[in-house]
């Protein structure tokens, strides 16, 4: 996982102002350093929708197992190991991305919280990483991505 942050971190590294060599990462090396870490496992992906106690309401917290981009701009997650779930919803195998639908993306330690097109008024996911460092590197790639993409 070290060699993984580090060339996530070094990628990163060229998103940050000042810092930037005369060549900008691309949107497909980004997508690559993506793919690579999210293969290494480590990453939880949790929904939950409504407040707890309504009939409305249903979480499921599934590991990330692999990734892969799939067309321009969208990445599907392998996600079939289910850690929990509420007994109201069937979790599928895959977690889709389409960067450019993604908003309200804020990362709070090792969290990153987003809103998609497709979700509920009142659903929310977030991704839990192994550390407040990566997930405020991936979430600097969250945001490319989605400005890139959009």
Sequence with gaps: MRALLAGLTAVLLLL???TASAQDPSRAELEG??????SAGNVIIMNVH???????HWYMI???S??????????ELATPT????SPNVTPAPHYRIAWANLSEVEVEGDIIFFRAAHMA????????FEDADL?????????????DCS
């Excluded at 350093?33 to 999210?38: E, G, K, Q, R």
């Excluded at 409504?50 to 409305?56: I, L, Q, R, V």
């Excluded at 990734?67 to 701009?73: K, M, N, P």
């Design 33 to 38: 350093a993506m793919v690579d870490m999210f």
């Design 135 to 147: 997930a405020e590197m991936v979430w600097a790639v969250f945001e490319f991505m989605i400005e």
């Design 16 to 18: 940050i102002p000042g």
């Design 121 to 128: 008024e009142n659903e929310l996911a977030g991704m839990l």
């Design 82 to 85: 289910v850690l929990d779930n």
């Design 50 to 56: 409504g407040d707890e106690g309504t009939p409305e």
């Design 62 to 64: 599934r590991e990330i």
């Design 66 to 75: 692999g990734a892969r981009v799939t067309s321009d701009c969208f990445m």
